[in-house]
DNA sequence: GATGCCAGTTACCTAAAGGATACCAACATG
DNA sequence: CATGTTGGTATCCTTTAGGTAACTGGCATC
């Protein structure tokens, strides 16, 4: 079967239900945390430098109801909870590793700026 | 030489320099519709669903500044005025075809848990 | 029994993003 | 000479993201 060769339009609209999910300071660092095998509360928060508890706590409920984290409640005492990331998450793998190849260079193209 | 490997801090910091730049509803559409050849400010305006002429005017501004559209004035009467994609601005290409997968793998993914 | 860690919550605030609407001068088109 | 197109500005407004700071209850440790 041919690849079909979408309209710009469409491009456009799924390139903005993307950002619609991932768009914000927090949402993907928070994930390449937990993915990492920082998964509890304040594991996390030590992963993600600067993030807030606030922040955090709400950023965590929002992925968990976008089905990009699990919430496990585990009765230990003292009771211990984790987040893992989903297979679902784990499928922003390519689109996050381009985004940090392009991160990249661009600190190279900003330092070309400053001195031209 | 051999590939480095970032560590976990370093990557975030990358997915956040790239985030800050490309966030926001409207830069990455914009960008798609002048490199699809859309060139002109009414033209881009067409091309790009529901955006308001003072939100795309600042948005171009934006993207000038930052080195990934190029505004040209050309002494035509009357005057035409093109906006272009910088080679910069082509170096997106990989995380925007990523984008563009999985936005649309994240439609059927919302259609499936509506079924649920 | 004081102190500290864990997993958050609550209240308050500011800045930025984005939307609605109206308007403009210069030209072109019927 | 009325209407439309082009490339925007100017005002005003609402919503959202995100930050600051204080606090909580349960448990563990010194």
Not at 25 to 30: A, D, F, T, V, Y
Not at 50 to 57: C, G, K, P
Not at 83 to 112: F, N, Q
Request: hydrophobic share 35%; with cysteine.
């Amino acid at each position: 079967m041919a690849k079909k060769e979408l309209s710009i339009e469409q491009k456009i609209k799924y390139v903005q239900d993307t950002l619609f999910v991932i768009s914000g300071k927090w949402k993907l660092p928070i994930m390449m945390a937990v993915n990492n095998g920082n998964q509890r509360f304040r594991d996390i928060q030590r992963a993600v430098p600067n993030i807030t508890t606030r922040v955090l706590s709400k950023e965590l409920k929002d992925l968990e109801e976008n089905r990009l984290l699990v919430r496990t409640v585990y009765d230990s005492l003292p009771v211990t909870i984790t987040y893992t990331v989903t297979p679902y998450c784990k499928s922003l793998k390519p689109m996050v590793d381009e985004m940090i190849k392009w991160g990249e260079r661009h600190r190279a193209e900003l330092k070309k700026a400053r001195n031209d």
